[in-house]
């Protein structure tokens, strides 16, 4: 028996657990892509705006691909948060502080960034019909044995469709 297969770039395992897909997969591959970028990042001619666009267009979507089907642990937030805070301390830059270098706080770090955290995004796009017409449409027909196998948050789901 298969232990865990990777279907559409998204690992799968028997015990249908999401932790290893994020710990494993997305922080992972979105790693290797933010130290690709991490020349642009440390550029000083590089505006903060367009740090923080390349991080949107190119890192966050490596780091959040599949998340309509995830159900987050308290574990996986606090992974998820700790590289974001990673990426905005690369974009966001040290403080000299009476002539002493340090890294920034996290609280600091969120007044400059002005955006939502990680797990909020993940939590408040929910699944949308143009993207994934098929989990729309069994949600519509009540499979939901099939949504649970597949990840789906099959509760909130059918209650967003009910209320439509």
Known sequence: MVQSFTYLGSLIDANNDISVEIKKKRILLANKGFYRLKRQ??????????????????????????????VLSKSDEARLGVFKRKVLRAIFEPTNDNR?????????????????????????????????????????LGAHHFLHISRIRVKLLTFRLLMS
């Open 100 to 140: 002493e270098w340090r890294i920034k706080y996290n609280y600091e770090l969120y007044t400059l960034y002005k955006d939502t955290d990680i797990t909020t995004y993940i939590k408040i796009n929910p699944l949308k019909p143009k993207l994934n017409p098929i989990c729309y449409l069994l949600a519509l």
């Open 41 to 70: 990042f440390r550029w000083q001619f590089l505006s903060i705006k367009n740090k923080i666009k390349l991080y949107k267009t190119l890192i966050r979507p490596v780091l959040t691909y599949g998340y309509e089907t995830w």
